[in-house]
Antibody, heavy 129, light 110 residues
Framework: QLPLQESGPRLVKPSETLSLTCTVSGGSISSSDYYWGWVRQPPGKGLDWIGN???????FYNPSLKSRVTLSIDTSKNQFTLKLSSVTAADTAVYYC?????????????????????WGQGTLVTVSS | QSVLTQPPSASATPGQRVTISCSGS????????VTWYQQLPGTAPKLLIY???QRPSGVPDRFSGSKSGTSASLAISGLQSDDEADYYCAAFDDSQNGPVFGGGTQLIVL
């Protein structure tokens, strides 16, 4: 098991910046084998990838959110952080942090295995005035 | 609109076998492996199948995955009431340079 825990304000005003932190227990966030990501789920809807951050600080964002998202990582605290700017009601969702594994498939086909193997419990963030 | 396409719902009775389909393109399923997640009501998603057909430790062998071309399937045999959940397929998308998900399939155990 690898507990992950999201923390941050549950209520954000429109046009402001949503900020969440994920604290990882039971394992080092500095491992070169994994990325650390954020996924959100609007109420009653499906899953949507926000972005991933690597221990080195390299970041990868969903193109649809790239202009508003900033991910960062603090290996000394075993934490990584999401900032989403200029939020609207459409950003109301449960936000999950998770560990992301990416590796070439052992089959040798060149296919990429990519999956989230451990997830936080999620936190509902509501955008409202 | 999700990048991967799944049926919105599926249903079966206890003990039966049910399959859930997932359709994509050469940018995702066609070129990379498929992952399936199970999301029980009110909980976080859980990794169910990775690398098309591999089960993490603790996942019963009643769950199996397969892939052909740009489509994939999740099969659940010996259906149990506890299997009632939302199921999501996912794959790495080369054009997005990140993972993409299906819209999810709500499995109803009658």
């Amino acid at each position: 098991q690898l507990p992950l825990q999201e923390s941050g304000p549950r209520l954000v005003k429109p046009s402001e910046t949503l900020s969440l932190t994920c604290t990882v227990s039971g394992g080092s966030i500095s491992s070169s084998d994994y990325y650390w990501g954020w996924v959100r789920q609007p109420p009653g809807k499906g899953l949507d990838w926000i972005g991933n951050v690597y221990y080195s600080g390299s970041t990868f964002y969903n193109p649809s959110l790239k202009s508003r998202v900033t991910l960062s990582i603090d290996t000394s605290k075993n934490q990584f952080t999401l900032k989403l700017s200029s939020v609207t009601a459409a950003d109301t969702a449960v936000y999950y942090c998770a560990r992301h594994k990416e590796a070439f498939s052992p089959s040798g086909s060149g296919s990429l295995d990519a999956f989230f193997d451990f997830w936080g419990q999620g936190t509902l963030v509501t955008v409202s005035s | 609109q999700s990048v991967l396409t799944q049926p919105p719902s599926a249903s079966a009775t206890p003990g039966q076998r049910v399959t859930i389909s997932c359709s994509g393109s050469s940018f995702n399923i066609g070129g990379n492996t498929v992952t399936w997640y199970q999301q029980l009501p009110g909980t976080a998603p859980k990794l169910l199948i990775y690398s098309n057909n591999q089960r993490p430790s603790g996942v019963p062998d009643r769950f199996s995955g397969s892939k052909s071309g740009t489509s994939a399937s999740l099969a659940i045999s010996g259906l149990q009431s506890d299997d009632e959940a939302d199921y999501y397929c996912a794959a790495f998308d080369d054009s997005q340079n990140g993972p993409v998900f299906g819209g999810g399939t709500q499995l109803i155990v009658l």
